[in-house]
Nanobody, 126 residues
Framework: QVQLVESGGGLVQAGGSLRLSCAAS????????MGWFRQAPGKEREFVAA????????YYVESVKGRFTISRDNAKNTVFLQMNSLKPEDTAVYYC???????????????????WGQGTHVTVSS
């Protein structure tokens, strides 16, 4: 059974930082890109960042470029999202996602995701 388990969410003041982690298990994730989506109340789930298995291709949504950094540790089947300079508009539930590498373009559609985590809440206070 494939599982993606996120951790690291919480409450932080604007300008602060959080580091999200996602541990994957249940299958081999070689040739799988890993990514993060987020969903704010009343809004659609949106792509945030993704990284291919090799780490050679990394993509971010424009609104987080320069503030968020995605990375992965393939030996531990774990992907990270370092979030700095957080803003109130970053408040959302953050979901880890896994998708086969070939599906990843410069962005990723939620409908193309193969596996989802359960989500972790991030709240940024002003």
């Amino acid at each position: 059974q494939v599982q993606l388990v996120e951790s690291g969410g919480g409450l932080v003041q604007a300008g602060g930082s959080l580091r999200l982690s996602c541990a994957a298990s249940g299958r081999t994730f070689s040739n799988y890109a890993m990514g993060w989506f987020r969903q704010a109340p009343g809004k659609e789930r949106e792509f945030v960042a993704a990284i291919t298995w090799s780490g050679r291709r990394i993509y971010y949504v424009e609104s987080v470029k320069g503030r968020f950094t995605i990375s992965r540790d393939n030996a531990k089947n774990t992907v990270f999202l370092q979030m700095n300079s957080l803003k109130p508009e970053d408040t959302a539930v953050y979901y880890c996602a896994a998708v086969q590498d070939y599906k990843l373009g410069t962005s990723l559609s939620a409908s193309g995701v193969d596996y989802w985590g359960q989500g972790t809440h991030v709240t940024v206070s002003s």
